[in-house]
């Protein structure tokens, strides 16, 4: 079983930044995709940002040229930067991590989310 633990959501004015963390641990053998969603109150859950193991990227189109995903493979971490935070953008954001298991075996894990908030 894998568990993600997320880190570094908080309270950002308009315009600010902030970079949040997923620490992945437990049994895996590899990471196929590795992405950062979110779900704002009365919304459903959204696709933000994404990167394969072969480090190709993906991103929502309200926040291309904002936000950057990438993966410190020696420490299971996956991050996002944001910057030029939005109001829009207040939600609780969530890792999810799809993988192998050491048997060979997929599996798909979420973390426990942590909330960004964007105001002033």
């Known amino acids: 079983q894998v568990q993600l633990v997320e880190s570094g959501g908080g309270l950002v004015p308009p315009g600010g930044s902030l970079r949040l963390s997923c620490d992945a641990s437990?049994?895996?053998?590899?990471?196929?995709?590795m992405g950062w969603y979110r779900q704002a109150p009365t919304k459903q859950r959204e696709l933000v940002a994404s990167?394969?193991?072969?480090?190709?990227?993906t991103y929502a189109d309200s926040v291309k040229g904002r936000f950057a995903i990438s993966v410190d493979n020696a420490k299971n971490t996956v991050y996002l930067q944001m910057s030029s935070l939005k109001p829009e953008d207040t939600a609780v954001y969530y890792c999810?991590?799809?993988?192998?298991?050491?048997?060979?075996?997929?599996?798909?894990?979420w973390g426990q989310g942590t909330q960004v908030t964007v105001s002033s």
């Open positions: 990167i394969s193991s072969h480090g190709c990227t």
């Open positions: 999810n991590v799809d993988g192998v298991t050491p048997d060979l075996r997929p599996f798909a894990s």
């Open positions: 437990g049994r895996f053998r590899s990471f196929l995709v």
